[in-house]
T-cell receptor, first 118, second 118 residues
Framework: AQKVTQAQTEISVVEKEDVTLDCVYETRDTTYYLFWYKQPPSGELVFLIRRNSFDEQNEISGRYSWNFQKSTSSFNFTITASQVVDSAVYFCALSAPYSGAGSYQLTFGKGTKLSVIP | DTGVSQDPRHKITKRGQNVTFRCDPISEHNRLYWYRQTLGQGPEFLTYFQNEAQLEKSRLLSDRFSAERPKGSFSTLEIQRTEQGDSAMYLC????????????????FGDGTRLSIL
């Protein structure tokens, strides 16, 4: 069974501060994929990043960066110099090719609500 | 790329009524998913189609729920004899891919249908 834990329910930061959102996952599969999605108040889930289990390189995209550590089963997400537009709920998710009928269904965490205060 | 489209955006109905939601995936995507999201939770997987074949159903999908994807294009999700506990956001997602380890591509979500049971 897969499980994703986002221990931080809500975080508030002042604009321009850096913030890290934590994600810890559990799976018995050796091949799996990790994702981050953003859900703004409008409701649509927006894909941010996908990492596979055999690529532990960290990734940076503009103000966003991701730290994947298999040894601690963590896939943390950092926003540098946060902006008001970053305010949203952020979900970490996991999928594995050999779970179920090969559907790659996503198992989501409960999400972290980020509020960036101007 | 017009994105995943869901209709209606909101549905209010009385307990015991039947409701049907529609999802139009991104045109070249052969994989289609339905998820349910309740307040303060991450989305939970309901069912998966590859083309017109429904290949996986979650235990969350009771006998009152049925989904179809005729001709492998749009999909419908029907809930019969609605109950209070069915109140949620129903999300549709699609992705390309034919399966296998390399078949996992990010899922793109629609805006969802919010169901309220009176």
């Amino acid at each position: 069974a897969q499980k994703v834990t986002q221990a931080q329910t809500e975080i508030s930061v002042v604009e321009k501060e850096d913030v890290t959102l934590d994600c810890v996952y559990e799976t018995r599969d050796t091949t799996y994929y990790l994702f981050w999605y953003k859900q703004p108040p409008s409701g649509e889930l927006v894909f941010l990043i996908r990492r596979n289990s055999f690529d532990e390189q960290n990734e940076i995209s503009g103000r966003y960066s991701w730290n994947f550590q298999k040894s601690t089963s963590s896939f943390n997400f950092t926003i540098t110099a946060s902006q008001v537009v970053d305010s949203a709920v952020y979900f970490c998710a996991l999928s594995a090719p050999y779970s179920g009928a090969g559907s790659y269904q996503l198992t989501f965490g409960k999400g972290t609500k980020l509020s960036v205060i101007p | 790329d017009t994105g995943v489209s869901q209709d209606p955006r909101h549905k209010i109905t009385k307990r015991g009524q039947n409701v049907t939601f529609r999802c139009d995936p991104i045109s070249e995507h052969n994989r289609l998913y339905w998820y349910r999201q309740t307040l303060g939770q991450g989305p939970e997987f309901l069912t998966y189609f590859q083309n017109e074949a429904q290949l996986e159903k979650s235990r969350l999908l009771s006998d009152r729920f049925s989904a179809e994807r005729p001709k492998g294009s749009f999909s419908t999700l029907e809930i019969q004899r609605t109950e209070q506990g069915d109140s949620a956001m129903y999300l549709c997602a699609s992705s390309p891919g034919q399966g296998g380890v390399m078949g996992n591509q990010p899922q793109h979500f629609g805006d969802g249908t919010r169901l309220s049971i009176l």
